[in-house]
């Protein structure tokens, strides 16, 4: 597959720390305050492209590809973790000498925000601006993974599945949870699809599936850091995402009534690609009422 021009930009201009043996690749572009962006499960950094120009005209954006995604080190055979993605979003902010930052995160990165938000409570090492939170399974009483999720955590079969795992299956099963009006073009799935695969990254997806468990071992924890955090918390949200979509919302009303929402209809599981330009409005507008 022939990367498009952007797309090799992207990697051309990124940089590189190590988190301990592995290699991170991340992006730090613009300038003002410090945005941190966490991408979601299973693609990388790239999510943000939709909407970088506008973000990096605006702060200085951190957007590193986690640990078993995108380009950055996919260890075989390694137990991924939202705490060590925590820990390694951590070691990148003290390699950069930031302790101020707003978040900007999707999906899994959700996840890893709301470990973040406990870390905090427990200990305020930096300050945290805002919060924005994308589609993404806050509650595991309200996720509804894929088949595939299901099957991918399943002892000696997923890894069977990530042998056949291919473009074609990733492109088919990737657009379900998109918008029907809002669908992925074939050269969007390419690139998702280089970036999963890149360095054979299709062969641990089962390993960073582990997330949907560990969101019911430490719910109380990562919902309660939703719940007692004083720190501005904005969620947009894709309505028509078979996942995380309106029935999310929903729930999280239930639990936090106050919450900042705003729901945009005919829309999937990524908000940022599908619909770029009512994500930065709404975006924006939070942060300009924070102002």
């Known amino acids: 597959m022939a990367l498009s021009e952007q797309l090799t930009a992207w990697y051309q201009n990124g940089n590189t720390f190590n988190f301990g043996e592995f290699p991170i690749f991340y992006k730090d572009e613009g300038q003002g305050d410090i945005l941190l962006c966490l991408h979601g499960f299973p693609t990388a950094s790239w999510d943000w492209v939709h909407i970088w120009q506008e973000l990096t005209a605006r702060f200085r954006v951190i957007a590193p590809d986690m640990i078993g995604y995108g380009y950055s080190a996919k260890p075989r055979g390694h137990n991924y973790s939202i705490g060590e993605q925590a820990d390694m979003h951590e070691a990148l902010l003290t390699?950069?000498?930031?302790?101020?930052?707003?978040?900007?995160?999707?999906?899994?990165?959700d996840t890893?925000?709301?470990?973040?938000?406990?870390?905090?409570?427990?200990?305020?090492?930096?300050d945290i601006k805002s919060v924005c939170l994308l589609n993404g399974g806050l509650f595991p009483e309200t996720h509804r993974p894929r088949p595939i999720q299901n099957l991918l955590l399943v002892p000696v079969l997923g890894s069977i599945i990530t042998?056949?795992?291919?473009?074609?299956?990733?492109?088919?099963?990737?657009?379900?949870?998109?918008?029907?009006?809002?669908?992925?073009?074939?050269?969007?799935?390419d690139e998702f699809w280089h970036l999963i695969s890149h360095d054979t990254g299709q062969r641990v997806i089962n390993k960073l599936i582990h997330y949907i468990p560990e969101r019911v071992k430490y719910r109380e924890r990562w919902v309660g850091a939703l719940q007692k955090t004083e720190i501005p918390l904005k969620?947009?949200?894709?309505?028509?995402?078979?996942?995380?979509?309106?029935?999310?919302?929903?729930?999280?009303?239930?639990l936090i009534p106050e919450t900042n929402i705003t729901r945009l209809e005919g829309i999937g599981h990524y908000p940022q690609v599908e619909a770029p330009e009512a994500t930065l409005k709404a975006y924006f507008e939070f942060l300009d009422k924070l102002d």
């Open 112 to 126: 890893v925000t709301q470990e973040l938000l406990a870390r905090h409570l427990e200990n305020p090492a930096y």
């Open 163 to 189: 042998l056949f795992y291919n473009r074609n299956t990733f492109g088919k099963q990737f657009s379900e949870i998109f918008g029907a009006n809002t669908q992925p073009t074939s050269d969007e799935l």
């Open 235 to 254: 969620v947009i949200n894709g309505v028509d995402d078979p996942v995380s979509g309106g029935h999310m919302v929903d729930r999280l009303l239930e």
């Open 95 to 109: 390699h950069l000498n930031i302790d101020s930052f707003h978040i900007l995160a999707h999906d899994y990165g």
